[in-house]
Nanobody, 123 residues
């Protein structure tokens, strides 16, 4: 599976962005998919996850009530809608495919990682 995350950019605080994660070469419709992020000088952290059919989601506390994760298995794509963005959301965002169909936040469960997309939130 090759994953490509895109949709990042520069946005003002309070603004919104939608990230997309598309897979090629193989479908991930039987796997949960997650988003992680890594800010400069910090460790990679979990953001959100969605189960294989999109019926269950799981969020980090920092993303609850502001971010939405969804998927379109027909398009082999997962989305992360980010609202009310804050400067502390600035990071490189990565999508990852889990070995499990269940949504979860452990990076150890991820078997494929995409290249990241930069999100910068200005104050």
């Amino acid at each position: 599976v090759q994953l490509q995350a895109y949709g990042g950019g520069l946005v003002q605080a309070g603004g919104s962005l939608t990230l997309s994660c598309a897979a090629s070469r193989r479908t991930f419709s039987n796997n949960a998919v997650a988003w992680f992020r890594q800010a400069p000088g910090k460790e990679r952290e979990f953001v959100a996850s969605i189960n294989w059919r999109g019926s269950s989601t799981y969020f980090a506390d920092s993303a609850k009530d502001r971010f939405t994760i969804s998927r379109d298995n027909a398009k082999n794509t997962v989305y992360l809608q980010m609202n009310s963005l804050k400067p502390e959301d600035t990071a490189v965002y990565y999508c990852a495919v889990s070995k499990s169909p269940v949504a979860g936040g452990s990076p150890d469960s991820m078997i494929y990682w995409g290249k990241g997309t930069q999100v910068t939130v200005s104050s």
